[in-house]
């Protein structure tokens, strides 16, 4: 369980993972934020009001997956680095995942690197497609990673 | 003796807050921090703070120092001296402080007290051992002065300070072998939980420091299993090689000049220890005395920036200083703290506030 043991388990991320017609059609932002904390940046940095809006800043987010397009541009403001962007349509056997990624070395485009899953066991190879790291971004780079497509919801995190 | 009508003691996320809003009023303002410089923890903290934009959510805390420090330095109202500590507050109202080898006496019409708060300890057989520190203190070590003390750190505590120290530890190369935390639970934020988890550090729930080994140094520690009332469940000890053990068991408020200017005190536990009794603009029982910060209860230093603000505000009112729409200034920083406390996380620290405030006017609510 998140709470005693600092990785959730896929039942506990049931209210924030999209459906599998949604996730099948293309990229979508999934915020694993489970416990009310004081926090809205999510909200503000989303150009297309895809987060709802909050009636409280301890609320939840949720997303408005229709509204949606998985542009990123919350993974990197999210203070809790909680949010990733899953897109299942990236080609026939891979599924794209956009991670927030903190540490140096940043890993180099074209190379594959070992998976990690929310514990940071390696659970398989993702190949890094893309390193954004903007001015926007504030040093918080997101890492565009491919990996099978049945390792889109375990993998969250890379070994450079 | 020196003149001012508002000295603030401490420079930190409230202090630097504090000043800016008396300063704004029209104040004028003495800044007083023991430091070589302004910011206090923000300088040290690399992570991106929560809340909302009020409180600059999504900014780091090492900018949102900046940020303030700017301000302060371009503010004429404001005076600042670094490497300044505050030896006493008198019955007379004089505040003694020592400055390099300089003894200043100010007499100032309202004092704001910022000092912020100290790291706990925690008894275990060889606790003295060199390599086993405070987390805030590895983290002055690591951010500040860019030493990173040691290669292989077990942190003991989960709470916020315990998570993000061990985060940046890993940035900063080091290995966590794990973090122990004697509550069956994790208390800080479980984000900052998840993306060390995710970094493969074990977080050990339930788990504590039985004793630390090393001969001149330490070189491990023996952990064990806590029961659920919190004893140690025999046959579970563990030994654990480490070169830094690593304490964030907590923070107390530093409230001794509080003690000592004659303040009521109060021990509330969910604020960290003993702070002192006061209303609802920050004034103490002494006559003219605010707290803003961690020293009136330890929380994040998003609250205490708002304490600040509110403790600046209300102390240069006292002294016949307005802008328009002031009461409602500070009714949006009083919301803004219940909007800061409102959450699950909130529940100790709304509790702790309701024993130890005062209302003068009736309880606010946003």
Known sequence: MLANSGYAEIEELSRVIPSKERLAKGAVAIAECLQSIPCNPCNSACKRGAFLAFKDINDLPTVDVERCNGCGLCVSACPGLAIFVVDESFNETEALIKLPYEFLPLPIEGKDVPALDRKGEIVGTARVVKVQNTKTMDRTPVIWIAVPKAMSMIVRNIRP | MEKTEI??????????????????????????????????????????????????????GVDIAEKLKK??????????????????????????????????????????????????????????????????????LMNLYGVLPGQEIVMVGAGNIGLIV????????????????????????????????????????????????GKDFVEGVVVHQLDEKWAPV?????????????????LSPLSEILWQAG??????????????????????????????????????????????????MAAAESLGYSVE???????????????????????????GIDRVERLTRGKVTC
């Open chain 2, 263 to 312: 303040c009521e005190m109060k021990w509330i536990p969910e604020l960290g220890g003993h702070v002192a009794v006061r209303d609802e603009d920050l004034l103490t029982t002494v006559s003219g005395l605010y707290i803003a910060g961690d020293v009136a209860g330890v929380e994040e230093a998003s609250a205490a920036m708002v304490e600040g603000k509110l403790a600046g």
């Open chain 2, 71 to 140: 301000e302060i330095e371009e503010n004429p109202k404001i005076k600042v001296l670094l490497n300044a500590a505050v030896a006493g507050i008198y019955p007379d109202g004089v505040v003694t402080v020592s400055q390099k080898n300089k003894f200043l006496k100010f007499k100032p019409n309202r004092i704001i007290v910022a000092t912020g708060a100290y790291e706990k300890m925690l008894p275990f057989p060889n606790n003295d051992l060199p390599g086993i520190c405070g987390a805030g203190g590895v983290q002055t």
């Open chain 2, 325 to 351: 729409g002031l009461l409602e200034k500070k009714d949006s920083a009083r919301s803004e703290l219940a909007e800061l406390r409102a959450g699950h996380s909130g529940d100790k620290i709304r509790g």
């Open chain 2, 166 to 213: 061990s985060y940046q530890l890993l940035q900063a190369g080091a290995k966590i072998k794990a973090i122990l935390e004697a509550s069956p639970n994790i208390g800080g934020y479980l984000v900052h939980a998840a993306k060390i988890r995710r970094m493969g550090v074990p977080i050990l729930t339930s788990h504590s420091v039985k004793e630390a080994y």
């Open chain 2, 234 to 250: 025999p046959g579970t000890e563990e030994r654990m090689s480490c070169d830094v053990l690593c304490l964030a068991v907590g």
């Open chain 2, 7 to 60: 000295l603030i003691i401490g420079g930190g996320p409230a202090g630097l807050e504090a000043a800016i809003h008396a300063a704004g009023l029209g104040a004028e303002v003495t800044l007083i921090e023991r430091d070589p410089f302004l910011g206090g923890q923000l300088t040290k903290q690399t992570h991106m703070f929560f809340g909302s934009y009020e409180q600059f959510a999504g900014v780091r």
